[in-house]
Nanobody, 115 residues
Framework: QVQLVESGGGLVQPGGSLRLSCAASGSIFSAGAMDWYRQAPGKQRELVAAITRGGSTNYADSVKGRFTISRDHAKSTLYLQMNSLKPEDTAVYYC?????????WGQGTQVTVSS
């Protein structure tokens, strides 16, 4: 059974850092690319960062140079290191993967950037 479980969200001041984790079970971690999305109140869910099985990465323009996506195959875990956080980064963050023609989402973790 495929399951994605995020952790690491919280309240942080502007300029601070957080690291999100997404623990994956089942075959999804080895299936292919995995992504981080976020959804702010009243806005559509947007792609933040993506990483292929081989480690190639892609980022939204709004987070380039501040966020880093990575994956640990031994631990079947996806990470998102977020530095220089801004209030506009406030959102629920979700990890996403696709396996056997099925989309899988985690439950989300809240990130709030506020002084």
């Amino acid at each position: 059974q495929v399951q994605l479980v995020e952790s690491g969200g919280g309240l942080v001041q502007p300029g601070g850092s957080l690291r999100l984790s997404c623990a994956a079970s089942g075959s999804i971690f080895s299936a292919g690319a995995m992504d981080w999305y976020r959804q702010a109140p009243g806005k559509q869910r947007e792609l933040v960062a993506a990483i292929t099985r081989g480690g190639s990465t892609n980022y939204a323009d709004s987070v380039k140079g501040r966020f880093t996506i990575s994956r640990d195959h031994a631990k079947s875990t996806l990470y998102l290191q977020m530095n220089s956080l801004k209030p506009e980064d406030t959102a629920v963050y979700y990890c996403y993967g696709r396996a056997s023609f099925t989309d899988y989402w985690g439950q989300g973790t809240q990130v709030t950037v506020s002084s």
